[in-house]
C-alpha cells in the first residue's frame, strides 16, 4: 500500500471528482440504499478508494449484508482506513475514512460475520473495483 497521504484543496478534489464523488468523499454524504454499483459485484477483485487509489478491500471479504451498501468484513490491511467516530444524525456510529486521503467511505458495525465480527459498509461512489485478471 502507498503510504504517501494527499492533501488537495476543495477547489482542487472539485476538480478531480464527480459531483457525486465529491458529496461523498469529501462531503461524507450517503448513496441512497440499494443504489450503488458494487452493492451486487460477485467479480473478483480488490476495490480501491475512487479519490486517490489507495487500495481498501478486497473481494474475498465482501458479503451480502442486506444493508444496501457494499459490505466487507475487514479492509486488506489495518492501515488501509482510518476510524473516527461519528455522532452526526443522533447516532453513535464509526466512520470509515480512507487512510491516504481522509475521504469518507462509509461506517463500520459490530454486525459482521466471523472471524471479524465486523461489517464495513461502504458506498460504492467512494470506490472504484480493479477486476482480477
Same mark, same amino acid.
Given at each position: 500500500?502507498?503510504?504517501?497521504?494527499?492533501?488537495?484543496?476543495?477547489?482542487?478534489?472539485?476538480?478531480?471528482?464527480?459531483?457525486?464523488?465529491?458529496?461523498?468523499?469529501?462531503?461524507?454524504?450517503?448513496?441512497?440504499?440499494?443504489?450503488?454499483?458494487?452493492?451486487?459485484?460477485? #467479480?473478483?477483485?480488490?476495490?480501491? @478508494?475512487? &479519490?486517490?487509489?489507495?487500495?481498501? $478491500?478486497?473481494?474475498?471479504? *465482501?458479503?451480502?449484508?442486506?444493508?444496501?451498501?457494499?459490505?466487507?468484513?475487514?479492509?486488506?490491511?489495518?492501515?488501509?482506513?482510518?476510524?473516527?467516530?461519528?455522532?452526526?444524525?443522533?447516532?453513535?456510529?464509526? #466512520?470509515?475514512?480512507?487512510?491516504? @486521503?481522509? &475521504?469518507?467511505?462509509?461506517?463500520? $458495525?459490530?454486525?459482521?460475520? *466471523?472471524?471479524?465480527?465486523?461489517?464495513?459498509?461502504?458506498?460504492?461512489?467512494?470506490?472504484?473495483?480493479?477486476?482480477?485478471?
Amino acid at each position: 500500500m502507498e503510504n504517501t497521504k494527499i492533501e488537495k484543496s476543495e477547489e482542487e478534489w472539485k476538480k478531480i471528482l464527480t459531483p457525486e464523488e465529491f458529496l461523498v468523499l469529501r462531503k461524507k454524504g450517503t448513496e441512497p440504499a440499494f443504489t450503488g454499483k458494487y452493492v451486487h459485484n460477485k #467479480e473478483k477483485g480488490t476495490y480501491v @478508494c475512487a &479519490g486517490c487509489g489507495n487500495l481498501l $478491500f478486497s473481494s474475498e471479504t *465482501k458479503f451480502d449484508s442486506g444493508s444496501g451498501w457494499p459490505s466487507f468484513s475487514a479492509p486488506v490491511a489495518p492501515d488501509a482506513v482510518s476510524l473516527k467516530s461519528d455522532r452526526s444524525l443522533f447516532m453513535k456510529r464509526t #466512520e470509515v475514512l480512507c487512510a491516504r @486521503c481522509k &475521504g469518507h467511505l462509509g461506517h463500520v $458495525f459490530d454486525d459482521g460475520p *466471523k472471524p471479524t465480527g465486523q461489517r464495513f459498509c461502504m458506498n460504492s461512489v467512494s470506490l472504484r473495483f480493479m477486476k482480477k485478471e
